[in-house]
């Protein structure tokens, strides 16, 4: 996608109402996907009222008006709960504030699409997990969500992403890219190349289970990211799960499995030195613990029994997806320098060797923390 230039930031601050005159808007987060701005209005007699302006990735979604259908019903189905628990609405659910023209996002004269959500304030957002309590805290609020969205109307849900967890169209993908080679990098990756391939009857397993109706297909959130859970500064609660492009029906195993493949380790997503990069089956108990307390019981014995295999296969898929792209020339997540998709490649094979070491130590922290 072309960089936002000035002249289209500011008519897209002029297509919503702000409550007060916009003094700056800046680029924010560490999101993969959307372009993300903070936007400051000064009202004349109170402090600065933040927002937070997206423009949504069409390379990664390609109908922001299903997009943003599913954005709105979930978060107005978590307010309706979080109120009906005397809940704070504007703290714990996201909430989509409309442009000008009343529709559900606005369209700029570039083809762009934005959107604006208050920005919740006294908030952490980390990009590792610094404790255990931390990490603990962002599981309950994951289980949590799916636990409050198990009633949610599923079929009025779009796919925002075709296949997007659907790990045998993800290693198709691969080949695909392999085939063509577009910008000459194949020859450069033939061990990474070679791991994703060594791994080709795993990326059916979780498919399989789904299709034989041993896994079921749940509401779910489908990027479990530590940095997609904003945390309280006072409590240390996960408060607000945010970035819901890509809630629809999925599998709660893969919910889980996210997540541990981001969080359960010390080191960046792209950590150049793998020596620092292992699988910590620590903060796999830890994860779990707070994952199941949040779910409270509505896991199947079988989802718990798949949970090792969420995290596999998430953390898999996730380095075959940055090898695709590295293929691919970079189109699909943000890029600061040229090998970065290769270098988060590697530390999630790495990831993947390790936690196929320890599948069955991980089996044995399942079943302890169900109490099987
Ligand atoms: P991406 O899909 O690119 O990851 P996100 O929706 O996750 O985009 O937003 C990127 C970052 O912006 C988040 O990781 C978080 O730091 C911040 N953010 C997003 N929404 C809010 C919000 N409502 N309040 C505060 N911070 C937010
Ligand atoms: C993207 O949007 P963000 O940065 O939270 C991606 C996830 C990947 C993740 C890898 C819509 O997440 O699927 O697991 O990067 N989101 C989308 O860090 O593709
Ligand atoms: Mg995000």
Redesign the pocket.
């Known amino acids: 996608m072309p960089d936002v230039s000035k002249k289209i930031l500011d008519e897209v601050l002029e297509a919503f109402d702000f409550g007060a005159p916009v003094v700056g808007a800046v680029r924010?987060?560490?999101?993969?996907?959307?372009d993300?701005f903070c936007v400051h209005a000064q009202p004349v007699d109170d402090y600065c009222h933040c927002f937070?302006l997206?423009r949504m990735s069409t390379a990664a979604f390609k109908h922001p008006e299903q997009l943003m259908s599913n954005v709105i019903g979930v978060t107005e189905y978590l307010a309706k709960k979080i109120i009906a628990a005397g809940g704070d609405r504007s703290r714990e659910a996201?909430e989509v504030i409309r442009p000008r023209n009343g529709e559900d996002y606005y369209t700029d004269s570039e083809g762009g699409a934005w959107r604006v959500?208050?920005?919740?304030t006294d908030?952490y957002?980390y990009q590792s997990a610094e404790t255990p309590e931390l990490f603990e805290a962002s599981a309950y609020a994951f289980g949590k969500f799916q636990r409050m969205l198990d009633g949610y109307p599923a079929d009025t849900l779009y796919e925002t992403i075709p296949h997007f967890h659907d790990t045998e169209d993800r290693l198709q993908k691969l080949k695909d890219a392999i085939a063509a080679d577009k910008v000459g990098r194949v020859a450069s990756v033939a061990e990474e190349i070679a791991f994703a391939m060594a791994r080709e009857k795993d990326c059916s397993v979780a498919m399989q289970a789904q299709r034989d109706g041993i896994l079921p297909l749940r509401v779910t959130h489908n990027d479990t990211k530590l940095?997609?859970v904003?945390i309280d500064k006072k409590t240390g609660e996960g408060m607000?799960v945010?970035?819901l492009?890509t809630t629809m029906p999925g599998l709660a195993i893969n919910d889980f499995g996210d997540s541990i493949r981001f969080g359960a380790n010390h080191s960046a997503e792209d950590e150049k030195d793998l020596s620092k990069v292992n699988f910590d089956i620590e903060l796999f108990e830890v994860y779990t613990r707070g994952f199941l307390a949040g779910a409270a019981g509505t896991l199947t014995d079988a989802e718990l029994e798949y949970l090792p295999w969420g995290a596999k296969l998430m953390t898999l898929e996730c380095g075959m997806r940055f090898l695709t792209d590295y293929l691919d020339g970079d189109n699909y997540f943000r890029t600061h320098y040229p090998e970065q998709n290769l270098d988060r490649c590697r530390t999630q094979f790495k990831l993947v060797r390790d936690m196929e070491a320890q599948f069955e130590e991980m089996s044995a922290v399942i079943r302890k923390c169900a109490g099987k």
């Open positions: 924010y987060g560490c999101g993969h996907i959307n993300t937070i997206q996201m959500f208050p920005f919740v908030i957002c940095n997609n904003l607000c945010i970035d492009d």
